[in-house]
Nanobody, 124 residues
Framework: QVQLVESGGGLVQSGGSLRLSCAAS????????IAWFRQAPGGAREGVAC???????YYADFVEGRFATSRDNARNTVYLQMSSLKSEDTAIYYC??????????????????WGQGTQVTVSA
């Protein structure tokens, strides 16, 4: 079965950095588009970053130039490197997938497969 498990969240000061990990199992993540979403308390779930199976990346305007997503296919793991963090970045971060072509065709629609989320808190 498709499973995604996020880790790496925590408390960081404004301007700091964190790297989130998303460990995949039950499928080969190298063959899937992987997206990152976040949800602040009381807010909607919003798209953050997306990497297609063939390596193209897409970012929401509010993280462009600060966040980067990447893969380690040998570990079946994807990453979200976050830098220059702001208090507005405080949210639960999720990785998600809907197979190939999600990033180019259905980007920011809610995928079908999700991890449990990891909390990121940025202090001012």
């Amino acid at each position: 079965q498709v499973q995604l498990v996020e880790s790496g969240g925590g408390l960081v000061q404004s301007g700091g950095s964190l790297r989130l990990s998303c460990a995949a199992s039950g499928f080969t993540s190298a063959n899937y588009d992987i997206a990152w979403f976040r949800q602040a308390p009381g807010g909607a779930r919003e798209g953050v970053a997306c990497e297609s199976y063939n390596g193209r990346t897409y970012y929401a305007d509010f993280v462009e130039g600060r966040f980067a997503t990447s893969r380690d296919n040998a570990r079946n793991t994807v990453y979200l490197q976050m830098s220059s963090l702001k208090s507005e970045d405080t949210a639960i971060y999720y990785c998600a997938t809907d197979g190939s072509y999600y990033c180019s065709r259905d980007r920011w629609n809610l995928p079908n497969y999700w991890g449990q989320g990891t909390q990121v808190t940025v202090s001012a």
